[in-house]
């Protein structure tokens, strides 16, 4: 008889493709100390992030972290929620359920820390939890391809060279 439980694992012993997907990281150094980084990062995001490229409503919306959700609003009024923050350790980290463009039944994870490094602060992206996505092999690559350019657009508002 087949197992009944959807969460069972293959009898095979085959691991699930979605296990093999790698946490998407990516690592970028801002001039400043920690607290001015996280501060840059959390209440100026609508400043430095590349709307135009990398949000649900385009260029012309605005980006906040507002309570405990991250949220975009169209310039009609239109909202997205990109995020929910359910941990959140200013000025060190926050994490939270991310899934812009889309629901909260189709979230992953992302985490971002900030800490003090010779030349300023070293802010760390780690992006996971692909089984939580819709395309889990999609969402990691174009999370992979995304974040660099997001990070370079913060790199720039704090004052940094991108290399």
Known sequence: MD???????????????????DAVVHTVVVPGAVS?????????????W????????????YVEFEENLVLE????GRTAVWGSIDDWQP???F???WHPGTTALWSTEVRVAFRAVE???????VHDGWEGAEDPALAREQYDAGWPVVLARFVRFMGGRVG
């Open 36 to 48: 001015k980084a996280f501060i840059g990062f959390t209440e100026h995001t609508h400043l430095w």
């Open 3 to 21: 197992n009944l439980f959807s969460h069972a694992s293959p009898a095979d012993g085959a691991s699930d493709p979605v296990d093999d997907l």
């Open 95 to 97: 994490h939270a359920s």
């Open 91 to 93: 000025p060190l980290s």
């Open 119 to 125: 030349g300023g602060t070293e802010v760390r992206v």
């Open 50 to 61: 590349p709307l135009g490229e990398q949000s649900v409503f385009g260029a012309g919306s």
């Open 73 to 76: 609003t169209a310039d009609d």
